[in-house]
């Protein structure tokens, strides 16, 4: 039987800014952080809205790749904001994820690092991402690495919970980063036809003249940490619920009828009290494709009820396998103080009838939302968040 597991703390580094509290102020004020990128090495971008982080210094360091280094600063300090001891840190357990990984030390273009040699083997493995995190704060426990594109960070959510809840683990850190700013990559998805060609940032629009066109990508560096009930610690919010499947479709594209995003969803909502879902989270990162088949799929998981959306991408940028965990750890420290943010302004909502949620939304004790992540080759993920 599954016992309550609670995120306890959460940290953030994007666009938005280097830490939470930055990026709940960028929530409030309902601002994003894009910007035009101009002379990215070897590739011209310019007119690419993008989500760089505010500084270099989250990713610099010469034992690990920019990823781990990154991965290592926001897990530190969600733990410090947990408020563990030493022995509870050492009997962690941790689970990190990434699309990308260390992209820029596999692609050769990170030499600004100045790394050391005797590194080069582990700098271009993902899994020196939780290797990294676990050898600087002392986890003995198990560790895993997760890669499941864009749903990277949510799966990972998903096992931590599922770790904690069976009582497996004792706790557990979760941690995800992606660094997709990098000429080779951009230009891979730009071939792919997933880049945004036109610039606009409103992921659901599909009328002429203003039909979005791709995604803008970003940086970010994301860690939670879970607990059951029982610490006596302040709680942000519950982890009621996750499930994943897969389209068994095609590596790009979502099939017309949704795939499997409309069962992933409801099997998310159906997790507990439906009525009491007052936001879904969607995936929404702005291709043609998503715009015109999540929505419909999102509104028959919700059995028809017109739950507002509160899609995020166009504050943050798509951050790859970091965005699911993004999304959630915002989610989180909202929640934990009793609101849920406004959409960017003027976004338009789908046509198949579901509203944005346009206004700050206070929540209660109960209210739910649940969280939607899909990954290249038809891999969908939802979890379930509560107030506590």
């Not at 939470?20 to 035009?36: S, V, Y």
Request: net charge neutral; hydrophobic share 45%.
């Amino acid at each position: 039987m599954m016992e309550s597991v609670f995120i306890t703390a959460v940290e953030t580094a994007c666009v938005l800014g280097l830490r939470m509290e930055d990026c709940l102020t960028a929530l409030r004020e309902r601002r994003g952080g894009l910007a035009l990128s101009d002379d990215m090495p070897g590739m011209d971008f310019a007119g690419l809205p993008v989500g760089a982080l505010p500084s270099r210094g989250l990713v610099k360091g010469r034992r690990y790749g920019a990823a781990s280094n990154a991965a290592v600063q926001a897990a530190t300090a969600a733990v410090r904001r947990a408020g563990w001891a030493a022995e509870e840190i050492r009997e962690s357990w941790l689970y990190g994820a990434s699309s990308r990984g260390n992209a820029g030390e596999i692609l050769g273009v990170n030499a600004w690092r100045r790394p050391l040699r005797k590194f080069s083997a582990s700098n271009t493995m993902h899994c020196e991402i939780p290797a990294a995190v676990s050898i600087e704060l002392g986890i003995r426990g198990p560790w895993q690495m997760v890669s499941n594109g864009c749903s990277s960070g949510l799966d990972a959510l998903g096992m931590a919970w599922m770790a904690v809840g069976s009582g497996l683990a004792p706790r557990a850190v979760v941690v995800a980063v992606d660094l997709p700013l990098i000429a080779a990559l951009l230009q891979d998805f730009r071939e792919t036809g997933l880049l945004s060609s036109n610039g606009v940032n409103d992921p659901f629009a599909v009328g002429q003249g203003h039909a979005t066109s791709g995604f803008f990508p970003g940086e970010a560096a994301v860690a939670v940490t879970l607990e059951r009930d029982g610490t006596g610690r302040p709680k942000l919010c519950r982890v009621e619920h996750y499930c994943a499947n897969s389209d068994a479709y095609d590596t790009l594209m979502i099939p017309e009828d949704g795939g499997g995003i409309e069962d992933c969803v409801r099997a998310a909502v159906q997790a507990g009290d439906a009525g009491k879902v007052v936001a879904v989270c969607p995936h929404a990162t702005g291709t043609l494709n998503h715009a015109r088949v999540e929505p419909p799929a999102l509104l028959r998981a919700l059995d028809g009820r017109r739950v507002p959306l509160l899609p995020l991408k166009p504050q943050t940028g798509h951050t790859l396998g970091a965005s699911g965990l993004l999304d959630v750890a915002l989610l989180a420290a909202c929640m934990g103080e009793g609101w849920l943010p406004a959409v960017l302004p003027g976004l338009t909502p789908p046509a198949c009838g579901l509203p944005l949620n346009e206004a700050p939304l206070k929540v209660a004790a109960g209210d739910r939302v649940v969280k939607l992540a899909s990954g290249m080759g038809g891999h969908n993920a939802a979890v379930s968040l509560g107030v506590v």
